[in-house]
């Protein structure tokens, strides 16, 4: 089946739905406030802490609920997919969890914190030269090789109701939004957060945050289409990709209201902040929104702001060279 024959946005039934499914098995994750933050943002911030998820991100929710909705027939021999870490270890884990063999293609430069984390899961790794090839080529031709069903990464509205479970949660706790703000990668994560708080509150406006090296989703919407981009290495690894999803680009394109963009040195701030003042450790993918607020990219201008921490997958080894790099960067 492919992407176009769904409709660009989840209805609150397909987001419902796959909150039951993970009733009992994901993370409530927490909702963390700073009034430093909302000083230098100016209105209320809510950060939704998807870094205290399984598996370390907000990946864990969209694989758990499309493997947990696959036949067992279809599944017998494994699963399959690609990823840069987040939905490698999700894969891996939701298919441990559901008792299923799980087989995971991986760039050869992948954090060595999640290569160990996925392999600590029980998953077999098969790494390929990242620069080598678009990332969902490769995983069309791994899946081909292994004659396996394949787990998307984000391309997929199962994935992205999954992933919208989290706003719906934001929302139970803090009652209204009048922005939400969140990365983007390949689109997965942010077409089922603004799915869910479109759906409840219209007027909400949603900015997904790109790494400016890349800017593959701001470039596409200006163009009106799907534009792929030649792959520029930055921080954000889990971002680094060379064009949105097929089924992602039309929900972004009829659910965001900007799209905003960092580079690594903004990021680098937004990751020492969360560190020094609220004592969060996030990977710079899980920092980006954050680092949009503090550098003037976004304004949570006087209202309610839901801010979407993805991930804090990251090593002590890289970690301390990033903010070993943030520090010389301040001198």
């Given at each position: 089946?492919?992407?176009q024959r769904?409709?660009?946005?989840?209805?609150?039934?397909?987001?419902?739905?796959a909150?039951?499914?993970?009733?009992?098995?994901?993370?409530?994750?927490?909702?963390?406030?700073?009034?430093?933050l909302?000083?230098l943002?100016?209105?209320r911030?809510?950060?939704?802490?998807?870094?205290?998820?399984?598996?370390?991100?907000?990946?864990?929710?969209?694989?758990?609920?499309?493997?947990?909705?696959?036949?067992?027939?279809?599944?017998?021999?494994?699963?399959?997919?690609?990823?840069?870490?987040?939905?490698?270890?999700?894969?891996?884990?939701?298919?441990?969890?559901?008792?299923?063999?799980?087989?995971?293609?991986?760039?050869?430069?992948?954090?060595?914190?999640?290569?160990?984390?996925?392999?600590?899961?029980?998953a077999?790794?098969?790494?390929?030269?990242?620069l080598?090839?678009?990332?969902?080529?490769?995983?069309?031709?791994f899946?081909?090789?292994?004659?396996?069903?394949?787990?998307?990464?984000?391309?997929?509205?199962?994935?992205?109701?999954?992933a919208?479970?989290?706003v719906?949660e934001?929302?139970?706790?803090?009652?209204?939004l009048?922005?939400l703000?969140?990365?983007?990668g390949?689109?997965?994560?942010?077409?089922?957060?603004?799915?869910?708080?479109?759906?409840?509150?219209?007027?909400?406006?949603?900015?997904g945050?790109?790494?400016?090296?890349?800017?593959?989703?701001k470039?596409?919407?200006?163009?009106?289409?799907?534009?792929?981009?030649?792959?520029?290495?930055h921080?954000?690894?889990?971002?680094?990709?060379?064009?949105?999803?097929?089924?992602?680009?039309?929900?972004?394109?009829?659910?965001?209201?900007?799209?905003?963009?960092?580079?690594?040195?903004?990021?680098?701030?937004?990751?020492?902040?969360?560190?020094?003042?609220?004592?969060?450790?996030?990977?710079?993918?899980?920092?980006?929104?954050?680092?949009?607020?503090?550098?003037?990219?976004?304004?949570?201008?006087?209202?309610?702001?839901?801010?979407?921490?993805s991930?804090?997958?990251?090593?002590?080894?890289?970690?301390?060279?990033?903010?070993?790099?943030?520090?010389n960067?301040?001198?």
């Open positions: 089946m492919t992407a769904w409709a660009p946005v989840l209805t609150l039934d397909e987001l419902y739905s909150q039951r499914t993970l009733e009992g098995v994901a993370h409530r994750t927490p909702v963390m406030r700073s009034t430093t909302d000083s943002a100016g209105g911030v809510f950060l939704k802490c998807e870094s205290f998820q399984r598996s370390g991100s907000f990946k864990f929710r969209g694989a758990y609920t499309f493997l947990h909705r696959m036949p067992r027939s279809e599944v017998e021999k494994g699963v399959c997919t690609v990823s840069s870490g987040n939905h490698a270890q999700a894969v891996a884990l939701a298919a441990k969890q559901l008792g299923l063999r799980a087989a995971v293609l991986m760039p050869d430069d992948a954090p060595a914190v999640k290569r160990e984390a996925t392999l600590h899961y029980g077999e790794i098969v790494e390929y030269e990242r080598s090839r678009p990332q969902a080529l490769a995983g069309e031709d899946a081909a090789e292994r004659g396996l069903p394949f787990v998307p990464a984000y391309d997929h509205p199962t994935i992205a109701a999954g919208g479970t989290a719906l934001l929302l139970e706790e803090v009652n209204q009048d922005q703000i969140a990365p983007i390949g689109g997965g994560g942010i077409s089922g957060y603004a799915a869910a708080v479109k759906r409840l509150f219209p007027a909400c406006r949603v900015i945050v790109e790494a400016a090296a890349s800017a593959v989703t470039r596409s919407l200006e163009a009106g289409r799907r534009i792929e981009v030649p792959l520029q290495p921080i954000a690894d889990g971002q680094m990709l060379t064009t949105p999803g097929e089924w992602t680009f039309e929900a972004m394109r009829s659910l965001l209201d900007d799209v905003v963009l960092v580079d690594d040195t903004e990021i680098l701030t937004a990751m020492a902040f969360l560190f020094d003042r609220m004592k969060l450790v996030t990977e710079p993918s899980g920092a980006i929104a954050v680092a949009a607020l503090l550098a003037g990219r976004a304004s949570a201008a006087g209202g309610r702001t839901g801010v979407i921490i991930g804090g997958n990251v090593g002590l080894d890289r970690f301390v060279a990033l903010m070993g790099a943030e520090l960067g301040r001198r």
